[in-house]
């Protein structure tokens, strides 16, 4: 039984697949997507099917029964099979779909792929679904004028992220039938590898392996700043940069100021740390996050160039997007 059950919802997900490529095809690289009748797709639920078995169990023993009663109860519920399949289709159809950019994530983190869905009139029980593995749904039980629904997943590796084809589903009212409207966004997102704490290996620029040192914990300088003095403290910055002394003595909050030597700029590495490819971006992917956070000028050596250097949060998106997609 188990073995049938298996092979049956094995074959369902085949259809829905099938479904859900036709459905998209529909959408012809459209930035925003109307589901009207010949892009909307209608079926009976499991519940719908069971129904439809008792419908014509009733009609074929009315017949033979030559009982009206029962007859008349059939032409009954086959009217209300009807009127359902008419409002799952109106619950569908109209909603202006498109999507929002989804944000780059890392590894161990939740990445989430949004639609912005709009009516001009409330509906009802829409579920957002897609086709590939590992995405969570999710359930809009009410749209009244627009929402956000979307699907999401745990990123466990890294490099570009991709739902595939989403469909939005809805079993309203009743949940006879399940009315299908497919989109096909083309959305991604990028997984940077996740920080990982360690000894990060920096040389001071110039040829690899020239000068190296090590770095943990929140960067300074490693060795090639000199404080310069202080300045107030701006939000954000990191606890190690702040002057308790004048904290403490009620002087206000105050943030040690360092002098970069530009001909010491540091490299990072990347696959001079030991360990495996992962454990290496990883730890390079935290000394990244350090340096940019300690406003350090600052290069990546992936192996095939140097990227940078460079600061900020541009240079650091530039090089974490550079360690996703590396092979």
Not at 257 to 264: A, G, I, L, N, W
Not at 304 to 321: A, K, Q
């Amino acid at each position: 039984m188990g073995i049938i059950r298996g092979m049956w919802g094995g074959f369902g997900h085949l259809c829905r697949l099938w479904l859900d490529r036709w459905l998209a095809l529909k959408m012809k690289g459209r930035s925003m997507f109307v589901p009207k009748i010949d892009s909307t797709a209608i079926y009976p639920s499991s519940r719908g099917t069971l129904f439809v078995l008792a419908l014509i169990a009733f009609l074929v023993f009315g017949i033979n029964a030559e009982n009206n009663l029962i007859i008349g109860l059939s032409a009954w519920l086959f009217s209300i099979f009807v009127t359902v399949m008419v409002w799952s289709y109106r619950n569908i159809s109209g909603i202006a779909i498109e999507p929002v950019t989804s944000e780059n994530r890392y590894v161990g983190q939740t990445a989430r792929f949004r639609l912005r869905v709009v009516s001009e009139r409330r509906r009802w029980s829409i579920t957002c679904r897609a086709d590939a593995d590992g995405f969570i749904p999710e359930y809009m039980p009410v749209l009244d004028g627009h929402g956000e629904i979307g699907v999401s997943c745990l990123l466990t590796r890294r490099g570009r992220v991709q739902p595939g084809i989403v469909s939005l589903e809805s079993t309203f009212p009743l949940g006879l039938f399940r009315a299908r409207a497919a989109v096909d966004f083309r959305q991604s997102c990028l997984a940077y590898p996740k920080p990982e704490a360690g000894e990060c290996v920096l040389r001071s620029g110039g040829p690899r392996g020239e000068r190296s040192e090590r770095i943990t914990g929140h960067v300074k300088g490693a060795g090639m700043d000199e404080l310069a003095g202080l300045r107030p403290y701006r939000t954000g910055e990191p606890l190690s940069f702040i002057s308790w002394k004048h904290a403490a003595q009620g002087r206000g909050w105050y943030s040690k100021d360092f002098s970069e030597d530009s001909t010491e700029t540091p490299v990072i590495e990347v696959f001079s740390y030991p360990g495996d490819r992962e454990t290496c971006l990883s730890v390079a992917c935290h000394g990244v996050l350090m340096l940019t956070d300690a406003g350090r000028t600052f290069g990546v050596d992936l192996g095939e160039g140097v990227i940078g250097p460079d600061s900020g949060r541009e240079h650091m998106e530039r090089i974490l997007e550079r360690m996703a997609l590396i092979p």
